[in-house]
């Protein structure tokens, strides 16, 4: 067992029922593990306190490059910690948001972060329910997004 976790580079969750609890545990695993690159927590029931969880450890993790949240429960308030993990976070280069329920207030926030964030190069906000407002700011921060592609 060991072994497998010194060398485990690809975690698939997908499906399961982690929920906010879960997530809870799974950020402390972030926080010490120094081989995980790609997480898969899609369609797994998380939250907005899931995701402040999962933050906490993301904020800390210097490997981990990809990160699926889609179809989970993330609204506006996880948008904000996520953004806040964002700003600060230097490996994630893909992450993918689709089918949650984030609104302009989310849309805002992760705005913020793609301003400040220098590594992430692919965002997925499909199929949630951003308006004209949240996308104004996601464009605006567009322009001035420093990230060499």
Do not use: W
């Amino acid at each position: 067992m060991t072994t497998l976790v010194k060398t485990l580079t690809q975690l698939n969750l997908s499906r399961n029922q982690i929920k906010d609890i879960g997530a809870h545990y799974l950020s402390i695993g972030l926080q010490l593990n120094q081989t995980l690159t790609i997480l898969d927590l899609s369609h797994n029931q998380i939250g907005d306190t899931g995701i402040s969880e999962l933050s906490v450890g993301l904020k800390s993790n210097k490997i981990l490059t990809t990160l699926d949240l889609s179809a989970n429960k993330i609204k506006d308030e996880g948008a904000r910690f996520l953004s806040i993990m964002l700003q600060s976070n230097k490996t994630l280069t893909t992450l993918n948001l689709s089918e949650n329920d984030i609104k302009n207030k989310g849309a805002t926030n992760l705005s913020t972060a793609l301003q400040l964030n220098q590594t992430l190069l692919s965002l997925n906000l499909s199929n949630n329910r951003i308006g004209d407002q949240g996308g104004r700011h996601l464009c605006n921060a567009l322009k001035s997004n420093q990230v060499k592609l």
